[in-house]
């Protein structure tokens, strides 16, 4: 189990997101889903990283869950999008939750899963360093032939390039032990 026990570069929003997260998380229990933990909170999660900016949090969970949720939202007060790229966007202010479509964002990955412990009685199931660099690789993969998501794949491969030292340190760890 990892612990959530610092805070990236853009600290005030990430603490007004965790917040909001929590909060989701809360939505979740009720609804007895568990999401599973898939972007930059993931990547941070792992490396530590502070120089990176943690904007939104990422999720994965069924898309037959989606209609489910969006009940218990609207309940909540929260507001929603849902997106036709596979995605339920859970929104306040300036914040955001993505909800993607396991079977559509993480169909032919390799899936282990960690922990993260958020706060006290707040966890959440997040892809393994494995899993989420395979995750990220097949992310910039689809966008690094589009020149219109050049940006995007530029940030992409940041976050992996983060995720593959992080393995390689682990992998390095566990040899010389």
């Not at 979740?28 to 490396?47: E, K, Q, W």
């Not at 990422?58 to 949720?69: G, Q």
């Not at 849902?82 to 169909?107: N, P, T």
């Amino acid at each position: 189990m990892l612990t959530l026990d610092s805070c990236p570069k853009n600290r005030d929003k990430f603490v007004r997101l965790i917040a909001f997260f929590k909060q989701f998380l809360d939505v979740c229990n009720d609804l007895n889903i568990t999401p599973i933990l898939d972007g930059s909170l993931a990547v941070f999660a792992y490396t530590g990283n502070r120089e990176m900016s943690v904007n939104d949090i990422d999720l994965s969970c069924p898309e037959s869950e989606f209609p489910r949720f969006m009940e218990a939202l609207e309940r909540e007060g929260i507001n929603y999008k849902l997106r036709e790229w596979h995605v339920l966007q859970v929104l306040r202010d300036d914040l955001k939750i993505d909800l993607g479509s396991a079977e559509y964002w993480l169909q032919d990955l390799p899936i282990e899963y960690e922990t993260l412990h958020i706060d006290e009685g707040y966890r959440i199931k997040m892809l393994d360093l494995a899993s989420l660099k395979a995750f990220y690789k097949q992310a910039m993969d689809d966008r690094a032939a589009d020149p219109d998501e050049r940006m995007k794949y530029e940030a992409l491969k940041k976050k992996y390039e983060l995720l593959d030292s992080m393995a390689r340190m682990t992998h390095l760890g566990a040899h010389r032990r």
